[in-house]
């Protein structure tokens, strides 16, 4: 009897021990000091406060579940959506309920769908590929989505050819690489802000700064910035070279690739489908979905856009998910989770908890934040109408940000917002000269000179 009573209580201290190491549990950004949303509207570049808290509120777990709630607001200020976008970043008020113990699914796989198919740490959505515009056989044209008829079978039906929302709907993406959906802010890619692209291909970010979750590092492994709607992890676009944690850090490569095709009637399996537009300049391949292929072994990862690894979190390894972008850091197809789900799709949207929990007192990484301090990026440099302040990796905490002249007059102050990895000073009223940053307090922090030039 003893030894049955000693057995179950290391059992429960057990679990209790795992609960608070869980990263399903520890890695979501909780929102400690009432950070709000901020946003832009088209026309005028000073971010508009809004009334809604940013990143998440709470977390609370049991013994097989995590439960986050999220308003759905990032730190990072968001809009505007300049392709006609009438919706705004709102307040999302959910509750979601990921697996704290994910497992594979050994059957037929799941397909993506549309809506939210997994959440970041910040609490905003991530969506797949599509956008709700497919190819109509019956009108040989466009359905769904503004100024379309609407598409047999609604909006998100299976179709035979599915429009890709990156390259479609890129003029409505922010300089964070997002849009909202009937208020309903999220990612369909990786999200990093356009202008810190090797290649940027939008200058949404020229009159609109703002950051993204996080930064490429080509150094080091990227961060665990979400989890998938089965519960696995979803990590940036770099990792370790080979799956057992060893080698250099590399980009993590899709094994996708556009197909070899000119007319559109064959699926990627070559099954004959209903027929979709010729490639041409409107219709360029990769406009679909289904002009991409999948080649096993091609890249780093399988058909869901992911592999079983080991990675920073998970030293004993776990299947995880990577936001994946070409050579230039723009965006691969299949984006970060898709167009199959590896695992038992489990996560669900609930409207209240109903079995006992433990809240998670978040516990942000003051060293995590020091290190990112002591690598900073400042530009432009030199400067004339602004100088971006940007650090390596996501602020854990709020860190202050303060512009002196050479006299040690205090210019300017500002911060990097907890959940984000930027800030910014306006310097068109400044006269031309050298200047210092600094960025933290005290023994934490670092100063960089910056010349602005008229």
């Known amino acids: 009897m003893n030894k049955l009573i000693l057995s179950g209580t290391l059992s429960l201290c057990s679990l209790f021990a795992f609960s608070q190491t869980n990263p399903a549990i520890i890695t979501w950004l909780q ?33 097989n579940s995590v439960y986050v709630s999220t308003h759905g607001i990032p730190a990072y200020i968001t809009g505007p959506f300049n392709d006609g976008n009438p919706s705004l970043a709102t307040d999302q008020n959910a509750i979601f309920k990921f ?27 991530l969506f797949d590929y599509r956008d709700g515009v497919a190819w109509s056989s019956t009108t040989n044209a466009l359905c769904g989505g503004p100024g379309n008829p609407p598409c047999a079978g609604g909006p998100m039906a299976v179709n035979a050819w599915n429009r890709d929302a990156i390259p479609a709907e890129k003029a409505g993406f922010d300089c ?94 070559g099954a004959t489908v209903t027929s979709g537009p010729n490639v041409n300049t409107t219709y360029f391949l990769g406009y679909f979905r289904e002009d991409y292929e999948y080649i096993a072994a091609s890249g780093d990862l399988d058909e869901h856009n992911g592999r079983f690894c080991i990675t920073p979190e998970y030293p004993n ?109 306006d310097t068109q009223k400044l006269y031309s000269g050298e200047y210092v940053i600094k960025i933290g307090k005290g023994n934490s922090s670092v100063t960089k000179t910056v010349t602005i030039a008229k």
């Open 99 to 125: 697996p704290l113990n994910p497992t594979q699914n050994s059957g037929t796989p799941t397909a993506t769908t549309g809506g939210n198919i997994g959440l970041f740490i910040n609490g905003v959505a």
């Open 31 to 63: 929102n400690t000091t009432g950070i709000v949303g901020r946003h832009y509207v088209n026309g005028n570049s000073t971010p508009i406060t809004d009334a809604v808290e940013a990143n998440i509120q709470t977390v609370q777990y049991s013994a």
């Open 317 to 425: 390894g776990t299947y995880a998910y990577f936001c994946t972008v070409d050579a230039n850091h723009n965006s691969a197809y299949p984006y970060a989770v898709g167009p199959t789900f590896y695992g038992n799709v489990t996560a669900a949207k609930v409207t209240s908890i109903s079995e006992s929990v433990t809240t998670y007192a978040a516990t942000n990484s003051i060293s995590e934040t020091e290190n990112s301090i002591n690598q900073i990026t400042i530009y432009p440099n030199p400067s004339s109408d602004f100088i971006a302040v940007q650090m390596n990796a996501l602020a854990k905490e709020t860190v202050e940000v303060n512009l002196f002249d050479l006299s040690g007059k205090l210019i300017q102050t500002t911060s990097i917002l907890q959940g984000s990895t930027i800030a910014y000073f």
């Open 176 to 269: 964070s690489k997002a849009h909202p959906a009937m208020g309903n802010y999220h990612h369909h890619q990786n999200p990093s802000a356009f202008n810190l692209d090797l290649t940027v291909i939008s200058t949404i970010c020229d009159l609109y700064p703002s950051d993204g979750l996080y930064t490429i590092n080509v150094n080091q492994h990227s961060p665990l910035i979400g989890f998938a709607a089965d519960g696995f992890p979803i990590y940036g676009a770099y990792g370790f070279t080979n799956s057992d944690g060893t080698g250099a850090i590399k980009r993590m490569e899709s094994s996708y690739s556009l197909r070899n095709i000119t007319t559109r009637t064959t699926s990627p399996t």
